[in-house]
């Protein structure tokens, strides 16, 4: 009976987090990432409490993968402290500043104030917003960046694929430049299969060129100090 139980657990978080893998969006990703850890942890609190093997067991996952998809970041004070701040800098710019369903901070950087056609050189009115973005991170050392550039579907994968990495990489080495750890940036790039709209006139093209940067505050620092608090004693 404990045998089948570890292994409809170990089952269960194997599929869901598999199904978090393919076709979905970055914040879709972020929500499958939290549903994953928390179906898990359902799933082993569900077949360890008591009779009702595996229907106890599936019914742990369904409960702890709801919380999970919320709870795998945290919208903390420092979080939207930043938000405020980029709100304020990017006033008028075009760049859209939002919270995600995942609990993280998303800039949507448009392809006229980021990066020209086939560059991944950083534009001169890109760089105040990355200065004043990477200040916020070092402000705030618990979260974590993903940086993701995409195209529009001119030239083929062959050029938008690397084209979008690079378009990343430049935006991660400028912030590390400005003092923010390497090791907390992720970087990823689409290309041109992850469009807003259809590429279909030059206006379409230009929203689809675009860089998408997403500051996540995971659940472990949830007990970390919030601005103007004091930092704990030391032990």
């Known amino acids: 009976m404990q045998m089948r139980k570890q292994i409809t657990v170990t089952s269960l978080v194997a599929i869901v987090t598999l199904s978090g893998c393919a076709n979905m969006n970055e914040v879709q990703r972020g929500t499958a990432t939290g549903a994953g850890v928390g179906a898990g942890l359902g799933a082993v609190l569900g077949a360890a409490t008591g009779p009702g093997g595996g229907r106890r067991t599936a019914t742990g996952a369904a409960i702890g993968g709801a919380a999970g998809a919320v709870i795998g970041n945290i919208w903390s004070s420092r979080m939207e402290q ?20 995942d609990n993280r901070l998303k800039l949507d950087i448009p392809s006229d104030i980021s990066f020209d056609t086939n560059r991944s050189d950083i534009k001169p009115n890109f760089r105040p917003i990355l200065d004043r973005f990477a200040t916020g991170l070092v402000e705030n050392p618990y979260s974590r960046v993903t ?8 030239g083929g994968d ?67 100090p ?10």
Not at 83 to 91: C, G, L, P, Y
């Open 147 to 154: 940086i993701v550039g995409h195209t529009d579907n001119t």
């Open 82 to 101: 930043q938000k405020r701040q980029m709100e304020q800098v990017t006033q008028g710019t075009g760049v859209q500043v939002t919270q995600t369903q």
């Open 226 to 235: 919030q601005p103007g608090q004091p930092l704990p004693p030391p032990r």
């Open 158 to 224: 062959a050029v938008n694929d690397p084209l979008s990495v690079n378009r990343a990489a430049r935006t991660r080495d400028y912030l590390t430049a400005r003092g923010v750890p390497a090791n907390r940036i992720n970087i990823d790039g689409r290309g041109s299969h992850e469009p807003l709209v259809a590429n279909d006139t030059e206006a379409n093209r230009a929203r689809n060129r675009r860089v998408e940067i997403y500051v996540g505050e995971p659940q472990t620092t949830a007990q970390a």
